[in-house]
């Protein structure tokens, strides 16, 4: 006898799942259970005792499996499409078996099933809402829309050559147009020793994070200009602006998946309110405000003219050279 095969838990979790909609819709009749395809241009992928199995039920569990995000294709050759199929085949036995074993009538099954069936119908109605609104348009508008609001700020790679006097930073300054190198003469002459090291380099920096007189001596500077003598703590300094760029915004493919999880909230949370408005609620139960749970870290938490603008403005990687 062949050694059993065990049963992985997400398969198991599957299964609970698609037996409760199945037991749920199975009463709709099975000659109408799925001889016409459910989607255009779907394909019927295998077929468990009369009932079609179609190509879009086995994408549909491997996206609820986690298999796959939504909208990735799945190849019908390949093994992840074929291990699903397998567990839907197993699924449509395993509820076959339960309604011939009449369970589908035990009061806690029926509870299950309604369950399941509100959370299929919920989802369905989110689903059309949100393709309703969230299209290619409403994207690119609101994409426009963050792109007038974002700030975008002025990076400066600037180096340094700090020394205690005046005349000494002069002094720098004519080595310097006579044609010496900087990083050379930081290393010999600054006293600066987080940054001597380095040819005297600064990194990237905002001009509002620096001391007054940096910012006032950098704000028109180009690249390759030499300026100063500054005075800085400890001495003078000369500077050498090296790179000052713009930041970029995020292209549009970049921030599209952002913008649309947040066009998706908005409208889920607009159903929402509309629903509970009109609506007689009552909870019998009140909440603990000491065990409630903080939202999920990615849940958004202002509203998407705010917070898709930060996005939009943030820089494209690679900006800086």
Same mark, same amino acid.
């Given at each position: 006898m062949a050694a059993?095969?065990?049963i992985r838990p997400a398969k198991l979790a599957g299964l609970t799942l698609a037996l409760g909609v199945a037991l749920a819709l199975g009463a709709c009749g099975e000659e109408n259970s799925g001889q016409r395809p459910p989607l255009r241009g779907d394909k019927a992928v295998a077929t468990v005792n009369g009932q079609t199995v179609w190509a879009s039920d086995v994408k549909r569990e491997a996206v609820a499996q986690g298999a796959i995000?939504?909208?990735?294709? #799945?190849?019908?050759? @390949?093994?992840t499409f074929h291990r699903v199929l397998d567990e839907v085949?197993?699924? *449509? #036995? /395993?509820?076959?078996?339960a309604v011939k !074993?009449? #369970?589908?009538?035990?009061?806690?099954? %029926? !509870?299950?099933?309604? $369950?399941?069936?509100? +959370?299929?119908?919920s989802d369905v109605l989110v689903e059309s809402v949100v393709a309703d609104a969230v299209n290619e348009n409403a994207i690119r508008n609101l994409y426009q829309e963050q792109l007038k609001l974002a700030k975008r700020s002025e990076e400066i790679r600037? +180096? %340094?050559?700090?020394?205690?006097? %005046?005349?000494?930073?002069?002094?720098? +300054? *004519?080595l310097l147009a006579a044609?010496? &190198?900087?990083?050379?003469?930081? /290393?010999?002459? &600054?006293?600066?020793?987080a940054t001597r090291f380095s040819g005297g380099d600064m990194g990237y920096f905002t001009t509002d994070v620096m001391p007054a007189s940096y910012a006032a001596a950098l704000k028109t500077a180009r690249r390759g200009q030499v300026v100063g003598p500054v005075?800085?703590?400890?001495?003078?300094?000369? #500077? *050498?602006?090296?790179?000052?760029?713009?930041? %970029?915004? /995020? &292209?549009?493919?970049?921030? +599209?998946?952002q913008i649309v999880r947040f066009l998706t909230y908005d409208q889920i949370r607009d159903l929402l309110e509309k629903l509970r408005d009109g609506a007689k609620i009552n909870r019998l139960v009140k909440p603990d405000a000491a065990q409630q749970a903080p939202p999920p870290a990615d849940a958004p938490t202002t509203p998407v003219h705010?917070? @898709?603008?930060? $996005?939009?403005?943030?820089?494209?990687?690679?900006? *800086? &050279?």
């Open positions: 059993a095969t065990p995000g939504e909208g990735e294709p #799945l190849d019908a050759t @390949s093994d085949i197993d699924q *449509k #036995l /395993l509820a076959a078996e !074993r009449k #369970l589908d009538k035990d009061p806690a099954a %029926q !509870r299950r099933i309604a $369950a399941a069936r509100e +959370r299929v119908l600037v +180096r %340094q050559i700090v020394v205690p006097t %005046q005349a000494e930073a002069e002094a720098v +300054r *004519k044609g010496s &190198s900087f990083e050379a003469l930081a /290393l010999e002459k &600054s006293t600066d020793a005075a800085v703590d400890g001495g003078f300094a000369v #500077l *050498k602006v090296e790179d000052r760029w713009l930041e %970029q915004p /995020l &292209s549009y493919e970049a921030a +599209r998946p705010g917070a @898709s603008a930060q $996005a939009v403005a943030a820089p494209a990687q690679g900006g *800086k &050279s």
